[in-house]
């Protein structure tokens, strides 16, 4: 089990900071919520900010790669 001796390998966790879209609005929204105490209602314009957000990250206008190592396992397999 595990990973082969002499595999190429890229920790997916040091390259998980690159990009984080929606994360400054995430923040001020779940701010407001501890602020008012949990009371949406007081929240509506930062919600309306991380919907927006959120809706223009649609996942179909991204190609899905799939696992950087799994292309990596995939194009070391062509070398052998």
Not at 13 to 42: D, H, I, Q, Y
Request: glycine share 4%; charged share 25%.
């Amino acid at each position: 089990m595990g990973r082969k001796a002499n595999a190429l390998y890229i920790n997916p966790k040091k390259f998980g900071s690159l990009t984080k879209p929606c994360m400054k609005e995430m923040v001020s929204f779940l701010n407001c919520l501890a602020l008012s105490k949990v009371n949406e209602e007081k929240c509506v314009r930062q919600k309306d900010l991380l919907n927006a957000c959120m809706d223009a990250q649609s996942t179909m206008n991204r190609k899905p790669w799939g696992s950087i190592n799994y292309h990596l396992q995939r194009l070391n397999r062509g070398r052998k």
